[in-house]
Nanobody, 123 residues
Framework: QVQLVESGGGSVQAGGSLRLSCAAS????????MGWFRQAPGKEREGVVT???????SYADSVKGRFTISKDIAKGILYLQMNSLKPEDTAIYYC?????????????????WGQGTQVTVSS
């Protein structure tokens, strides 16, 4: 059974930074497309960034230059470093994984999700 557990959310002021972690277990970690999605109140879940099994990354325009995805294959952990945070980044952030080709932002293509972690950015 695939399990994804996020951590690292919290409350920060605009301009601040947070690092989210997603601990993965139960599958061939290095072989899956993985990504971060977010959902703000009253809005649909949207893709933030994905990383394919070959390391290719795709970022939403709204976070380019501010967010960085990385993974520690040995530890089975996916990270999301978020810098220069803005109030509009406020959302619940979810880690997702699956054997998705292409590795993109269609949430419905991902079968495995974490429970989510809240990120709140105040102005």
């Amino acid at each position: 059974q695939v399990q994804l557990v996020e951590s690292g959310g919290g409350s920060v002021q605009a301009g601040g930074s947070l690092r989210l972690s997603c601990a993965a277990s139960g599958y061939t970690y290095s072989g899956y497309c993985m990504g971060w999605f977010r959902q703000a109140p009253g809005k649909e879940r949207e893709g933030v960034v994905t990383i394919a099994r070959d390391g290719y990354t795709s970022y939403a325009d709204s976070v380019k230059g501010r967010f960085t995805i990385s993974k520690d294959i040995a530890k089975g952990i996916l990270y999301l470093q978020m810098n220069s945070l803005k109030p509009e980044d406020t959302a619940i952030y979810y880690c997702a994984a699956d054997n998705v080709i292409p590795c993109g932002f269609v949430a419905g293509h991902f079968g495995y999700w974490g429970q989510g972690t809240q990120v709140t950015v105040s102005s």
